[in-house]
């Protein structure tokens, strides 16, 4: 069994104006057009992964300020400190070296150091260390270490800045020892039933330790055994802060959601029969796509729906149309009030999890690619017809599929997703997304 290693969580937290958004395209580079690609949904550019040296993680906007009056950035900045500080590993502190040093800084500053979080000092717009060394260093008069002076516009500095948040999470990795137990992660809209769910499968009102102030990190994990196998389930319902900023509000519930599916091989997303699927859901369900998690759609409080015989198909049409991008999704209605239906939840936990960790042995994959192309001829430009020579799985959680081909750029989405498709028909692979990856081989070799 590999080892589980979860990818630590970097959030950017400052005021308005400090260059967090230059920081963020800055380090994730053209990766970030990957987290916009996923077809039917659009969303802010919250998260994105980077990669230093041989250390991944995923970087989290803690989400904009609007600057209106000076008690208003404060006290979003403070919202914004308590996402990073609930969710983050490591917490990057921006500041901006031509504003100097502000009140709004200091108190934020205060919040950070008191949460025991590693905090990483970053002073920004710091284009020539000479000329600003003196005015970097009033920066430590906030009392969270040394300040690393960068500028995010000319990518200067961003080495060191890396080096000193990598070196604060590689004391994590040990803990993350072998774990068969299936993760599971809860999460949804607030008050979609999360915990009722969970409380229901524990039949104890288990989860009640998520109001009380400061217990909430990131997620709450709950095992639950089942016919003698272990789950853990990451519910995210700690969401009642005391936030009157609504946008806020929805903002850390996307930053919340990405920590949890991040520990998770399983998705269970749920929505509410009664209000229906919203784009919040889609939001949401983006993420668990993104991440190659495999993915159930629970459609709760099934129990207080008027029904007729065409109710379950309707429903069933809506939740496809709006997560258009995740056919794959398996979905299942539930009612965590009654519990109706839970047991069968299990069944398909037990399935896509399965699904999501299987592997295809590479001759059959090549028999299934032969006869679709013999099917189907694959596209031609300019007289050059795509060839695919031979495809392998090299992956799996989620599965992921090497195609060599002649060239490339011929190999278009539409004909990927066929072949997907022709493999889906043989395998069904329900509940988890396939990963593709198209590579060219010289046409010589072949020949």
Do not use: C
Not at 171 to 195: F, L
Not at 301 to 324: F, Q
Not at 328 to 353: C, H, N, P
Not at 431 to 442: A, D, K, V
């Amino acid at each position: 069994m590999a080892k589980r290693s979860r990818k630590p969580i970097v959030a950017v937290v400052g005021r308005p104006n400090v260059g967090k958004s230059t920081l963020f395209n800055a380090l994730a580079g053209e990766r970030i057009s990957i987290v916009q690609d996923t077809p039917g949904i659009t969303r802010d550019r919250i998260y994105t992964d980077v990669t230093w040296l041989d250390r991944t993680f995923t970087l989290i906007d803690t989400g904009g300020i609007e600057p209106d009056s000076k008690d208003i950035i404060l006290s979003q900045m403070r919202a914004q400190a308590q996402i990073a500080i609930d969710t983050a590993d490591v917490i990057i502190f921006l500041v901006d070296v031509k504003q100097g040093l502000v009140d709004a800084d200091d108190k934020v500053a205060d919040m950070l150091r008191r949460s025991r979080k590693p905090v990483v000092l970053v002073v920004n717009k710091v284009d020539s260390v000479n000329k600003y060394s003196a005015d970097v260093f009033e920066f430590y008069n906030l009392g969270i270490g040394e300040p690393h002076p960068i500028s995010a516009v000319n990518r200067l500095g961003l080495g060191d800045m890396l080096e000193e948040v990598i070196s604060h999470f590689s004391k994590e990795a040990p803990e993350e020892e072998e774990d068969e137990r299936t993760r599971v992660a809860i999460v949804g809209k607030p008050n979609v039933g999360k915990s009722s769910l969970i409380n229901k499968l524990l039949g104890e009102e288990r989860l009640i330790v998520s109001d009380i102030a400061g217990t909430t990190r990131d997620a709450v994990d709950t095992e639950i055994v089942r016919n003698g196998k272990e789950y853990v389930f990451i519910d995210t319902a700690g969401l009642r802060r005391k936030n009157k900023i609504k946008e806020q509000l929805e903002h850390y519930m996307i930053v919340r959601a990405v920590g949890a599916v991040e520990r998770a091989d399983i998705v269970v997303l749920i929505i509410d029969a009664v209000e229906g699927v919203s784009e919040q859901d889609a939001k949401i369900a983006g993420i668990a796509h993104d991440r190659g998690k495999a993915v159930i759609i629970a459609v709760n409080k099934w129990d207080a729906v008027e029904k007729d015989d065409k109710t379950i198909y309707r429903v069933t049409e809506k939740v496809r149309n709006v997560l258009s991008y995740m056919p794959y999704a398996e979905i299942i209605f539930i009612s965590a009030l009654t519990g109706q239906r839970l047991g069968k939840l299990f069944e398909v936990i037990d399935m896509v999890s399965e699904n999501h960790a299987m592997r295809v042995a590479t001759g059959v994959l090549n028999e299934i690619m032969a006869e679709a192309v013999a099917m189907q001829q694959p596209p031609s430009d300019k007289g050059k017809r795509l060839k695919l020579y031979y495809i392998t799985q090299v992956a799996v959680k989620p599965p992921t599929f090497v195609i060599f081909v002649n060239k490339k750029e011929l190999m278009h989405f539409s004909y990927t997703r066929y072949i997907e498709n022709q493999i889906r028909d043989t395998f069904g692979f329900r509940g988890t997304p396939l990963r593709f990856i198209i590579r060219e081989r010289n046409e010589e070799k072949h020949s």
